[in-house]
């Protein structure tokens, strides 16, 4: 009997040190080898990944949003929606006990409700609201997605109502709803900054709903977050999260390797065999649903003639940029969206690698010893693994037809920002990745009217793709859809407003004691959801 009593004994104090071993644990930090600084952080004002992995991603929340690694929308906020017979009402059922961060300048005395989703839209919408002005106030995915055509109001119905009536259907009306421009900021909080006479506080000290809080940010150096410990979906399985900004993907690598960080994007190429072969790693890959391009600006003569631009085109080797840049890991892109997503059109013939043919054709359009920029990305993206090499390499196909080409860059935010001037001199390499599954993202967004100054950065508009895809917008027949996109895409081959580059696979390497990190279709990198062993 003394002996049980000893046995028993001896577990429970096993037990009780174990619990209070697992009391005392040190929490759980996952670090990113993040490539560059976000522009900021308010998602609404900018079109970057690099911004939306360091704010919507992980701070915010919107009304609907993607099932992680997948395009598929859910609810989020909303927690569930109906539509109007006649498509142009929809009327959003919000959740209940959703709780805004606390931070040092902020408490919240209330739970999220319709004033912050009337807030986050209203100022967007609005060029009267007393925040429309502040801070960037730029608003590119909003603007270039044709809201301010397409949304009457946002109303309040009653606390966790809220109705979005629009002029018009919109097929991918929820869809858009997931992307990051729409995430959803506290109208409280806004009040108070603005009263403080700090209303600008609001997009770099930001508040959210979402899995994680912003704790302190060094520019080009760290951003730290901390779980969000009142989630309204649970606790991430992690504390706390670092983003470690390390813009050269070999000092990515080897911080990888060394364990200083737990994720990285944007492998180079070359180092991939070595990532798939390391026992310590795991190299995920993913289909991109991506684009990369070299946008002419057609405002500026004389790449306002298509002819003109069709020519360079044909200058291009993209099987050459394939094999040195992307070393594998791309296809050559024909058309402005991705063969991943639905509406792609097989038949269009791409632009043929004619040296010959290009410089003919310059000379039959009067255009001789032309010179011009190229602009070649700092940073690396998942449709662009190394524009710099890239912009070399097209330097040298041009010289082949006697285009002069000097290469430019800027450092990335700078970047994005001067390369959206309608009067910009050069062409810009850039690219996309979708932000929902949906051609519109890419055709609207990218190419059409109201995207000109902003991520149009061809500067283009060209009525007859115009009104194919507003057309596109308004039906909701997806085969129907899809025709209208097959006969856009053939109107943007035939007037090449861009040089169509590469498709790219994505790669992503991960630590093997990171538990169910998942690439995302749309490129992002979101950690909730992620454990560390």
């Known amino acids: 009997m003394g002996k049980t009593r000893n046995l028993i004994a001896a577990f429970c104090g096993a037990t009780l040190m174990m619990a209070s071993m697992n009391a005392w644990a040190a929490p759980k930090t996952l670090v990113f080898c993040s490539e560059g600084s976000p522009e900021g952080f308010n998602p609404a004002f900018y079109t970057a990944g690099t911004t939306f992995d360091a704010s919507s991603r992980q701070i915010f929340n919107r009304l609907v949003e993607f099932e992680r690694g997948t395009t598929k929308v859910g609810p989020a906020l909303a927690e569930s929606w109906d539509v109007s017979e006649d498509g142009k009402e929809y009327t959003f059922h919000l959740r209940k006990g959703v709780k805004f961060h606390t931070t040092k300048a902020f408490t919240p005395t209330r739970d999220f409700n319709a004033d912050d989703v009337v807030f986050s839209f209203k100022r967007q919408l609005d060029k009267e609201h007393p925040f429309h002005k502040v801070g960037n106030a730029s608003y590119e995915y909003f603007n270039g997605m044709s809201m301010p055509d397409l949304l009457v109001d946002v109303v309040k ?4 109502t809220v109705k979005f009536i629009l002029n018009r259907p919109e097929a991918p009306m929820i869809a858009n709803l997931g992307m990051d421009f729409a995430s959803i900021f506290s109208a409280e909080y806004a009040d108070k900054m603005m009263k403080a006479g700090t209303p600008d506080v609001v997009d770099f000290e930001p508040v959210g709903t979402g899995p994680f809080q912003l704790v302190a940010y060094q520019k080009d150096a760290v951003i730290r977050y901390k779980a969000n410990p009142d989630y309204w979906a649970g606790k991430a399985p992690i504390d706390n999260l670092v983003f470690a900004i390390t813009p050269d993907a070999s000092v990515r690598y080897q911080k990888l390797k060394a364990g200083e960080c737990h994720v990285m994007p944007y492998p180079n190429p070359a180092d991939l065999e070595a990532m798939g072969k390391d026992p ?25 003639n298509p002819k003109v631009r069709k020519a360079l085109n044909k200058a291009i080797n993209k099987q050459a940029i394939l094999d040195a840049v992307f070393q594998g890991a791309g296809k050559a892109a024909k058309n402005p969206i991705p063969p991943t997503i639905w509406s792609y059109n097989e038949a269009v013939q791409d632009d043929s690698y004619d040296p010959a043919a290009s410089k003919q054709m310059l000379a039959d359009v009067g255009v001789k010893d032309l010179k011009m920029n190229i602009w070649a990305m700092p940073v690396q993206r998942p449709y662009n693994p190394n524009a710099r090499r890239m912009a070399e390499l097209l330097q040298a196909d041009f010289a082949a037809v006697g285009v002069d080409v000097q290469i430019v860059s800027y450092e990335w ?19 996309w990745t979708g932000d929902n599954g949906d051609p519109d993202n890419f055709l609207a ?6 995207g000109v100054g902003g991520a149009n950065r061809a500067q283009w508009c060209h009525q007859p793709f115009e009104d194919v895809i507003q057309q596109a917008k308004i039906v909701a027949d997806p085969a129907e859809r899809t025709k209208l996109y097959e006969q856009a895409q053939i109107i943007f081959k035939e007037q090449a407003p861009w040089a169509t580059i590469a498709h790219s696979v994505v ?7 990171v538990v169910d990190f998942r690439i995302d279709p749309f490129g992002g990198n979101v950690f909730y959801g992620v454990d560390l062993k």
């Open 157 to 160: 119905v009653d606390d966790y």
């Open 280 to 304: 310590k790693l795991k190299l995920l890959q993913k289909e991109g649903l991506n684009v990369g391009y070299l946008a002419y600006n057609t405002k500026v003569a004389p790449f306002d």
């Open 413 to 431: 935010g700078e970047y994005l920002k001067r390369s959206k001037d309608e009067n910009r001199d050069g062409a810009v390499l850039l690219g």
């Open 445 to 450: 967004v990218l190419l059409g009217c109201d």
């Open 507 to 513: 790669f992503q390497p991960v630590r093997k004691e």
